[in-house]
């Protein structure tokens, strides 16, 4: 028997509106998951995260200048990426978009694969909307698997410590019919 026959519901890739939150197993005990799709809860995290990242880069690049300006000037590119990633979320913040993403979805946990630093005591945060006639959900989730995967990318698995029966069968429709979408196309072709 395959891992896969194993598992209870269904797993699919699939990209869907989607922005998390990583917090220490500190941060998560005094920091309660919102009840509500908080865009703020997300976005403030973000950009906080961007603020540090861009002045640790401008450090970094103001040393090297001074013995490796060839050097410096690529990293200042990266610091161009930056600041294009934080206009990129206050775009999310004014609009209340949710940018699409690329995971790894069932009805008991997600897996993504980012530029992140995570342990398995740490909890994600997640917001996300399988649809426009769906509503945003949000929930948190323990890390289950951190899998490094190359350069600075690791593979979080992570399961949802508190979902409903009704989100449940919202993730397990909706990826029925993302298997009938493609099991369409594969006749197609």
């Known amino acids: 028997m395959t891992e896969e026959d194993k598992r209870e519901f269904v797993r699919m890739d699939v990209q869907i509106p989607f922005l998390y939150r990583i917090l220490s197993a500190e941060d998560a005990q005094k920091i309660q998951c919102p009840n509500f799709p908080d865009y703020t809860y997300f976005t403030d995290y973000i950009a906080g995260e961007l603020v540090d990242l861009d002045q640790s880069i ?45 995971v790894n979805l069932s009805a008991t946990g997600v897996g993504i694969t980012a530029n992140v630093n995570a342990k398995q005591t740490d909890k994600v945060d997640i917001l996300y909307r399988l649809d426009n006639t769906m509503p945003i959900v949000l929930l948190r989730c323990e890390v289950i698997q951190v899998t490094h995967v190359g350069g600075t990318r690791n593979k979080l698995s ?32």
């Open 158 to 189: 992570l399961k949802f410590e508190k979902i409903s029966e009704k989100n449940k069968r919202d993730i397990v429709m909706f990826l029925q019919e993302k298997q009938i979408e493609k099991a369409r196309r594969k006749k197609g072709d």
């Open 58 to 102: 401008s450090r970094a690049v103001d040393k090297l200048h001074e013995s490796h300006a060839e050097i410096a000037d690529v990293l200042r590119l990266l610091e161009q990426k930056v600041e294009i990633s934080r206009e990129r979320i206050d775009a999310v913040y004014q609009n209340e978009e949710i940018p699409l993403r690329w």
